[in-house]
């Protein structure tokens, strides 16, 4: 088939979570046989120059290089009307020509689309089976960032929930079937009643990338790994460190915790000052750092769909301490594969429970390893995926054929 992909960032090089999903998504569908033209957005030259590698990945790419400070104007712009300022963020002038010239060129199969807020470039076009991936329902991201932020902030990400929740029950009605990442995600979405066909299918793991070593750990050290400029990440690691790591350090006076990831803002670096902690920024590959660690602990009260991290560290087999939250995007059950706790107390509790027995940390490293094996694996889900389209282009070329 002829394939037309469309996502919200330049889907290579695959490091970080709203890259990994398509990434894997257009490798996969150009190995079936399918040529695969993407169309994205580029943040900078240099992103533009590292994404060119997706070339050997696809039949062909167009790009679209955008600032931030021009995009952060089309999100005001769109403040005081009915359009998500999000989708504001994620437009270009010249992706949307680009886009519309392939369309006028060529005759498509399948148009592909994941994330909402670039299902604008196509949401117009009829006659082509259109797939809408949210992945993540973007909506209640915000809504729940209300919660946390300070007025009047509040009201602005309310805003922008509220009018991201319009959108996305829009979008859905524009294509002829949406997916998400997690039963969860599905769940919501299917909540909509918008009488679109859905479906899910979950990220998976790079497990010979992200494999267990040999050498030895410290079971003094604890790990969390994530971008440090992202709020779900920066909430966490503040609220761990002043509510639970003081627990810690009174049962264990020795323990370290190193909070690995890019673009720190200057309260995580701040982090760094507190007894333990070290914050290391950008580093050239979050492995041995992981790998490392007694465990890595991811405490997230704001998460919505796979936690990516979670999955790798398991990988690693690497035993991990999450929020209940967090272990609602993975596929793997609390205390089977991983611990999952809430509050400081109980999440303080949990890690001690792996730092003192080596035996319990081998238990959770190797059932871990095995659940992504099982579960998580991108073949697993690529063949859902496989599934998915097949059910989106029969059902159209149905419609099609009574038509006629």
């Not at 002038?93 to 689309?113: C, M, N, S, T, Y």
């Not at 329902?137 to 009201?155: C, G, H, T, V």
């Not at 639970?244 to 909070?259: D, E, N, Q, S």
């Amino acid at each position: 088939m002829n394939i037309l992909y469309l996502c919200h960032r330049f889907p290579f090089p695959p490091k970080r979570g709203g890259k990994i999903r398509p990434f894997n998504m257009i490798r996969h569908l150009s190995a079936q046989g399918h040529a695969v033209t993407v169309c994205s957005l580029a943040r900078s030259r240099e992103e533009a120059e590292e994404g060119r590698g997706l070339a050997p990945h696809c039949e062909h790419f167009e790009m679209g290089l955008v600032s931030d400070p021009v995009q952060t104007l089309r999100m005001v712009a769109r403040l005081p009307i009915p359009t998500p300022s999000s989708m504001g963020y994620f437009y270009s002038p010249e992706l949307a020509r680009q886009v519309g010239k392939l369309l006028a060129e060529k005759k498509w199969d399948l148009i592909f689309v994941h994330c909402s807020s670039v299902a604008q470039y196509v949401e117009h076009v009829k006659g082509v089976p259109k797939v809408l991936d949210f992945g993540d329902m973007d909506s209640q991201k915000w809504l729940e960032y209300a919660n946390y932020k300070p007025f009047p902030l509040s009201l602005g990400y309310r805003l922008e929930g509220t009018k991201m929740l319009a959108a996305e029950k829009r979008l859905a009605r524009r294509f002829d079937l949406c997916t998400a990442t997690t039963r969860a995600e599905w769940e919501t979405l299917e909540s909509y009643g918008t009488g679109v066909a859905t479906d899910w299918f979950p990220n998976g793991v790079d497990a010979e990338f992200f494999s267990p070593a040999d050498a030895p750990y410290d079971p003094d050290t604890i790990s969390f790994i994530g971008r440090m400029d992202y709020y779900p990440n920066q909430e966490c690691m503040a609220r761990f460190c002043d509510e639970t790591w003081p627990l810690l350090k009174a049962r264990r006076p020795g323990m370290k915790l190193l909070i690995v990831g890019a673009d720190p803002s200057p309260a995580m670096k701040k982090l760094g000052e507190l007894p333990g902690v070290t914050v290391t920024g950008s580093v050239p590959d979050v492995r041995p750092w992981v790998r490392a660690s007694a465990l890595m602990v991811a405490p997230l009260a704001i998460a919505r769909g796979t936690q990516n991290k979670i999955l790798e560290a398991m990988a690693m087999g690497v035993p991990v301490v999450t929020s209940s939250v967090a272990a609602g995007g993975v596929d793997a059950e609390a205390e089977a594969h991983f611990l999952v706790a809430d509050g400081p107390q109980a999440t303080a509790e949990a890690i001690l429970r792996v730092v003192e027995n080596p035996a319990e940390r081998e238990r959770l490293a190797a059932a871990g390893r095995a659940r992504m094996l099982s579960h998580h694996a991108w073949s697993r889900s690529m063949q859902r995926l496989d599934g998915i389209i097949e059910r989106c282009v029969s059902s159209v070329r149905q419609q099609k054929e009574n038509i006629q």
